[in-house]
């Protein structure tokens, strides 16, 4: 079992940037590839960005790709989403994942979920 908590959402002017968090609980975070997606209103929810389990391999959405920065510390069992340039159109909730695979892109390979926290950015 893995339990996830997002931290870090708010507001913020486009051209700004964030830095989310996720903080895991569990015995066994370094075996599991984590993610981040977001949800915006309306919408499917969205790959943003995955890392392996030991953060050596990434993969980024392409609406993000060059703008956005996923890392982990797996002796403080966190995932982090640095995003920067941000657009109006990244306003969404952010969500953390965890897989047992090495490293994935899509929602159906994700098992934990954290509950999300908000960004909004305002133009």
């Known amino acids: 079992q893995v339990q996830l908590v997002e931290s870090g959402g708010g507001l913020v002017q486009a051209g700004g940037s964030l830095r989310l968090a996720c903080a895991a609980s569990?015995?066994?975070?370094?075996?599991?590839?984590m993610g981040w997606f977001r949800q915006a209103p309306g919408k499917e929810r969205e790959f943003v960005a995955a890392?392996?389990?030991?953060?050596?391999?990434?993969s980024y959405g392409d609406s993000v790709k060059g703008r956005t920065t996923i890392s982990r510390d797996n002796a403080k069992k966190t995932v982090y989403l640095q995003m920067n340039s941000l657009k109006p159109e990244d306003t969404a909730v952010y969500y953390c994942?965890?897989?047992?695979?090495?490293?994935?892109?899509?929602?159906?390979?994700?098992?934990?979920w954290g509950q999300g926290t908000q960004v909004t950015v305002s133009s």
């Open positions: 569990g015995r066994t975070f370094s075996g599991y590839g």
């Open positions: 890392i392996s389990w030991s953060g050596g391999s990434t």
């Open positions: 994942a965890a897989t047992v695979k090495f490293i994935a892109t899509m929602v159906a390979a994700y098992t934990y």
